[in-house]
């Protein structure tokens, strides 16, 4: 548990949420040294720190009260609190607001040469994901079986090389499956960024410091729509 009076926020170090993330603290009159690469960041002109992460850290970090906010990608939760819960650890969290970045979706795909006409045709088949908990609750409401192998980077050419029949990852254009001579077949789960909350009451200080942030959130979000 985070015991300073220092509102904490967990944001993606550097990939697809930083720049984002990082605008939208701007807008929020957040003055954030950009050259700062430390991983505590000081917010000048409020008491808030940001602590730069990899974006898989996060949801963890927030569910067990290290940082009181964060800001990432819903696949990323839901595959952290469906691992957590199975694991038996903490994964509670309160989602404060939905962000308007970040939209992608978690997609099953296969070889162009694969015949496809329905979700039983990828009964017993293999899957190359970095999401096994999405990818299988999917399957089980969809009521087949599927085996995956975990890759965390380079999943579409899991099945070139004979890893995987396919690939079960996220997508917002497309370009990268076409690339990679796949077709898009079955979409798992659809993701945003979220601002997310330590499920722990706040102090009385940092809550005062989010009733005054997340106002301008609100409003940067909807100057954006
Ligand atoms: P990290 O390396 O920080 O642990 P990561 O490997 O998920 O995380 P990125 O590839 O930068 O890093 O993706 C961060 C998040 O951006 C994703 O989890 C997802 O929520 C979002 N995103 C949006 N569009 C895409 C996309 N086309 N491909 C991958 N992620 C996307």
Known sequence: ??????LRIAMQKSGRLSDDTQALLKRCGLTINVA????LAHVANMPIDIMRVRSSDIPGLVMDGVCDLGIVGDNTLEEASLKRKLMGDKFEYVKTTPLNFGGCRLSIAMPEEFNYS?????????????????LKRWADEKGINVEFCLLKGSVEVAPRVGLADGICDLV??????????????????RS??????????????????????????????????
């Open 1 to 6: 548990m985070t015991t300073e009076t220092r």
């Open 118 to 134: 329905s979700v039983d045709d990828l009964n017993g088949l293999r899957f190359a994901t970095t999401y096994p908990q999405l």
């Open 172 to 189: 917002s254009t497309g370009a990268t499956l076409e690339a990679n001579g796949l077709v898009e077949v079955e979409e798992v789960f």
């Open 36 to 39: 700062d690469r430390r991983l």
């Open 192 to 225: 945003k960024a979220s601002l997310i909350q330590t499920a722990s009451p706040l102090t009385a200080e940092k809550q005062a410091i989010l009733d005054t942030l997340l106002p301008r959130i609100m409003g940067v979000m909807k100057a954006k729509e």
